[in-house]
């Protein structure tokens, strides 16, 4: 079946290094993404989100890349945070019927911010 | 997210037991959904609704139900608990008429079954 994926479970930075967190999905048809932050005992807070039409998107201090070619995206974050310390998840929107579309999560990493 | 709330926050129950999670929202939003996260599994979708009269089956719906009694509130029964259903659940709520799928997530409820 359709699946998405991470490449590294975990990922430990300095502060005020640059993060990279990589996703890779499986649904060429997948039109939408979506990357998620969830802090301990939180639920998860949308960062940022990309169209299948677009290669780049930039938030603050955040950015998302997407390689329709090798069906990759990854989240950049830039000058890290001990509060960027979190779980990260890339989700994919892909047709499930009809007009109906659904999130499908990836496993999420874990982001470790060292002072 | 506040507007979207989640009863109870926690719960310890034991095999066997019927429980009820509950979720309302204050956004407005047709569409709800729950899941639930295990460590190194993610999120897995168990119930959608896209409105009060739409009912649909995630990828383990297997062992719950749902109601969907209010546009505003979305419940997921496990009728007869058992032990490898101790997870976090997460209920959330998206609104396509915004263009983007983004989903609000309220703050979990830990079920523990014993």
């Known amino acids: 079946g359709e699946s998405v994926g991470l490449h590294l479970p975990t990922l430990s930075v300095q502060e005020g290094d640059n993060s990279i967190i990589n996703c890779a999905y499986s649904?060429?048809?997948?039109?939408?993404f979506i990357w998620y932050k969830q802090e301990s005992g939180k639920g998860p807070q949308f960062i940022i989100d990309?169209?299948?039409?677009?290669d780049k998107r930039q938030g603050q201090r955040v950015t998302v890349l997407l390689n329709k070619t090798v069906k990759h995206l990854s989240l950049q974050i830039a000058a890290t945070q001990p509060g960027d310390s979190a779980v990260y998840f890339c989700?994919?929107?892909?047709?499930?019927?009809?007009?109906?579309?659904?999130?499908?999560f990836g496993k999420g990493t874990l982001l470790t911010v060292n002072p | 997210d506040a507007d979207v709330t989640q009863t109870p926050r926690n719960r310890i129950t034991k095999t066997g037991k019927r429980i009820m999670l509950e979720c309302s929202q204050t956004?407005?939003?047709?569409?709800m959904y729950w899941y639930r996260q295990d460590p190194g599994l993610g999120l897995r979708l168990i119930y959608y609704?896209?409105?009060?009269?739409?009912?649909n089956k995630g990828e383990i719906s297997d062992g719950y139900s749902v109601s969907r009694q209010a546009q505003a509130k979305f419940s997921l029964s496990l009728e007869s608990a058992i032990p490898n259903q101790t997870a976090l659940y997460f209920c959330?709520?998206?609104?396509?008429?915004?263009?983007?799928?983004?989903?609000?997530f309220g703050p979990g409820t830990r079920l523990t079954v014993l």
């Open positions: 959330a709520t998206s609104d396509p008429t915004s263009g983007r799928d983004e989903q609000f």
């Open positions: 990309i169209r299948s039409n677009m």
């Open positions: 609704s896209f409105d009060v009269k739409d009912i």
């Open positions: 956004k407005g939003h047709d569409r």
């Open positions: 649904n060429s048809a997948s039109d939408y």
């Open positions: 989700a994919e929107r892909g047709d499930s019927g009809g007009s109906n579309y659904k999130l499908t």
